[in-house]
């Protein structure tokens, strides 16, 4: 059934997903989840895993309803809305591999450079996600580890998480997850943090709006990921991915005043008149469910 128009794509749910041996990925609905599955290493992250989840966004991407405009492929099989992230484990993501590390020092400047530039495009990749991203995270999360929790629009933690901007105790900086994070917690938060390089508690992560609820405990993630889910579920997905981008113009916007108020008033405008917004209107004014919800 077409959600926004009768686009026709190419892209299928029953496409096979990329290979992957160091993270995990299960769909079910227009739910995806994805886990980190080093716990050996404490999900440290590697070329490997870097690469197998960047596959993996890309994939979902592709696949999500704002990319598709329509909330089921040709099959009549839903099309993503909510990726949920998990780490098996104690520990959610220790950041770099120790062995990557080591060898970033024997590397030339155009090899760290690619390094970098294939994390980058690892956060980036899920701070531009089309679809609403929910992160559980347990133990530490440092480094690269810190930098996926504040690409996630939902994080949520356990009462024993500690997170760290951890770079600085090795002499370097935290400079590519640096944007990330600065959007999350702001200037001076972010300065402290990285410069402190030290590991804040997870109520100290919620109160400066690093993470977005703590549970009462790590069985507790389950629960409270799909209760979120479930809330965005209830959203019209494209609204959901405009709002995203919403905010990013918001980040970057360097012209007047006058002209932000004249382009919010053109956007509202767009999108009242999208398919989505009549639907969405529409099911108000008949006082029935729309057409997205999952309810």
Same mark, same amino acid.
């Given at each position: 059934?077409?959600?926004?128009?009768?686009?026709?794509?190419?892209?299928?749910?029953?496409?096979?997903?990329?290979?992957?041996?160091?993270?995990?990925?299960?769909?079910?609905?227009?739910?995806?989840?994805?886990?980190?599955?080093?716990?050996?290493?404490?999900?440290?992250?590697?070329?490997?895993?870097?690469?197998?989840?960047?596959?993996?966004?890309?994939?979902?991407?592709?696949?999500?309803?704002?990319?598709?405009?329509?909330?089921?492929?040709?099959?009549?099989?839903?099309?993503?809305?909510?990726?949920?992230?998990?780490?098996?484990?104690?520990?959610?993501?220790?950041?770099?591999?120790?062995?990557? #590390? +080591?060898?970033?020092?024997?590397?030339? $400047?155009? %090899?760290?450079?690619? *390094?970098? /530039?294939?994390?980058?495009?690892?956060?980036?990749?899920?701070?531009?996600?089309?679809?609403?991203?929910?992160?559980?995270?347990?133990?530490?999360?440092?480094?690269?580890?810190?930098?996926?929790?504040?690409?996630?629009?939902?994080?949520?933690?356990?009462?024993?998480?500690?997170?760290?901007?951890?770079?600085?105790?090795?002499?370097?900086?935290?400079?590519?997850?640096?944007?990330?994070?600065?959007?999350?917690?702001?200037?001076?938060?972010?300065?402290?943090?990285?410069?402190?390089?030290?590991?804040?508690?997870?109520?100290?992560? #919620? +109160?400066?709006?690093?993470?977005?609820? $703590?549970? %009462?405990?790590?069985? *507790?993630? /389950?629960?409270?990921?799909?209760?979120?889910?479930?809330?965005?579920?209830?959203?019209?997905?494209?609204?959901?991915?405009?709002?995203?981008?919403?905010?990013?113009?918001?980040?970057?916007?360097?012209?007047?005043?006058?002209?932000?108020?004249?382009?919010?008033?053109?956007?509202?405008?767009?999108?009242?008149?999208?398919?989505?917004?009549?639907?969405?209107?529409?099911?108000?004014?008949?006082?029935?469910?729309?057409?997205?919800?999952?309810?």
């Amino acid at each position: 059934m077409a959600y926004l128009g009768c686009k026709v794509t190419k892209m299928k749910m029953s496409d096979l997903p990329p290979e992957n041996k160091l993270c995990k990925l299960e769909i079910s609905g227009a739910i995806a989840r994805i886990s980190l599955n080093r716990s050996d290493v404490f999900n440290a992250l590697n070329t490997e895993l870097i690469g197998e989840l960047i596959s993996i966004i890309e994939w979902t991407t592709d696949r999500s309803v704002s990319r598709n405009s329509s909330l089921v492929d040709l099959d009549g099989d839903k099309y993503l809305r909510v990726l949920i992230f998990t780490a098996e484990g104690k520990h959610f993501c220790a950041g770099a591999d120790i062995n990557m #590390m +080591r060898d970033a020092g024997a590397r030339s $400047v155009e %090899e760290n450079r690619a *390094d970098s /530039e294939r994390l980058d495009r690892l956060f980036n990749g899920i701070w531009a996600h089309p679809c609403f991203t929910i992160g559980c995270i347990q133990g530490v999360a440092l480094g690269g580890g810190a930098g996926l929790v504040s690409c996630f629009d939902y994080a949520i933690a356990e009462p024993k998480t500690r997170i760290a901007l951890s770079e600085a105790k090795l002499g370097i900086l935290p400079a590519v997850i640096g944007p990330y994070v600065y959007r999350r917690v702001g200037s001076s938060n972010f300065r402290r943090l990285s410069m402190m390089a030290s590991r804040i508690n997870s109520d100290e992560a #919620m +109160r400066i709006g690093l993470v977005d609820f $703590v549970t %009462e405990s790590f069985e *507790d993630f /389950e629960n409270k990921s799909n209760e979120i889910a479930e809330e965005v579920l209830t959203t019209g997905p494209m609204a959901v991915t405009e709002a995203k981008e919403l905010t990013m113009t918001f980040d970057r916007w360097n012209g007047s005043d006058e002209e932000l108020r004249e382009w919010t008033l053109d956007k509202t405008s767009q999108m009242r008149g999208s398919d989505e917004g009549q639907e969405g209107l529409s099911s108000f004014l008949e006082r029935r469910k729309p057409n997205w919800s999952s309810e």
